[in-house]
């Protein structure tokens, strides 16, 4: 699947070097194409407030674009729940 510059996506994984978790929501920012590899883009996420916690660059395989049975969450920066 190609995504759209500026769409929103749900990571899939871990990035604890980010400090980022499955399930964050973040924005493409820019789309990556290196022959021989997947796909990649870098995603830029947000805390609630709207200053950028980190910006990842990933395989296309590490995202899925939000559905309408999607919530929202909140979580601590330390990973536990708020």
Known sequence: MTYQLYSDVILLRDLPEEGLCAGDVGTIVEHHHVKGL??????E???????????????ESYL???THSDRPTVRLANG???
């Open 64 to 66: 899925r674009s939000p």
């Open 38 to 43: 997947e796909p990649g883009y870098s995603i």
């Open 45 to 59: 996420f947000f805390d609630m407030v709207g200053n950028t916690v980190s910006v990842a660059t990933v395989p």
């Open 80 to 82: 536990s729940v708020a």
